[in-house]
């Protein structure tokens, strides 16, 4: 609106002064190319409208650059914002988290998460039990695997206690990234954020996985333990049942060195 009204003066400036020489002389004549001399300066009217009507343009130009200009630093400042990066990291704290379930899980009793120690107690403790043993060492087959299976019930409520350990944790940088998420000045920031948000959703899936490897080894020795009682408590009610030699009468003396 400023730059209209001013090439509005300027034209009308340009129309008064081509206008004046009729104005002030109505009888004679003045060809439109006329110079008007005052002293040694010599005025010429069309001239000075055109250098008028040049100048508007250039300032429209210039205008027109400044707003080019403008914008420009705008969408540098944008991309800039864009690109800026988040200054918030949760990634330690959640790998922290997942070390002390991990480290939960390597602290197993007894028998521990690994397929060949399994398979190998399994195979002497459960499966292939000698049923030739005595009864001594059936009893200590059974001590065994009464063991076992506490222990497990116990390495199950202690992950148990380290997840919910880790609730709070992941609360508290559930809370941080989030707001760090709302207030993100870009893009990237904005990006980063939801990155650390499914980072901490997968620690959680872990502590999940990890309850549910526990529990599961729990109630698997349990069942293990049950099946093997079963088979070994058969084998001592045949033995218990079993006929022997029956009684055998035997010398005895009442008083040590008597006839």
């Known amino acids: 609106m400023t ?16 206008a004046a020489p009729t104005a ?25 409208a055109e250098n008028i009507l040049q100048a508007a343009r250039a300032l429209d130009q210039i205008n027109n650059q400044i707003a080019s200009l403008q914008n420009e630093a705008q969408m540098l400042i944008n991309q800039a914002r864009n690109l800026a990066s988040l200054p918030y ?16 899980l390597g602290q197993a009793q007894r028998i521990a998460f690994d397929v060949q120690q399994i398979d190998q107690i399994f ?8 049923l030739t043993a005595s009864d001594q060492q059936l009893v200590a087959l059974a001590r065994q695997r009464w063991g076992n299976t506490v222990g ?10 380290g997840v919910v350990g880790n609730i709070e944790t992941q609360r ?31 620690q959680q899936l872990a502590d999940l996985t990890a309850l549910l490897a526990a529990n599961g080894r729990a109630d698997a020795l349990s069942a293990a333990e049950q099946a093997a ?18 009684y055998q009468p035997g010398n005895a003396r009442m008083f040590p060195g008597s006839n």
């Open 152 to 161: 497990a019930l116990q390495d199950a409520m202690r992950v148990q206690a």
């Open 3 to 18: 730059r209209f009204r001013s090439r509005m003066r300027a034209v009308l400036f340009a129309t008064a002064v081509l």
């Open 172 to 202: 508290s940088e559930l809370s941080n990234l989030v707001g760090e998420s709302q207030g993100a000045t870009g893009a990237l920031q904005a990006t980063q954020a939801g990155n650390q948000i499914l980072a901490l959703q997968a």
């Open 123 to 130: 195979s002497q403790q459960y499966s292939n039990m000698d």
């Open 229 to 246: 009682a079963a088979e070994q408590g058969r084998e001592q009610r045949r033995r218990f049942l079993e006929p022997g030699d029956g």
């Open 89 to 104: 990291s949760s990634v330690q704290a959640l790998q922290q988290s997942v070390q002390r379930t991990q480290q939960l």
């Open 24 to 48: 002030l002389s109505p009888i004679v004549a003045t060809p439109a190319y006329a110079l008007f001399g005052f002293g040694d300066i010599v005025f010429d009217p069309s001239n000075y």
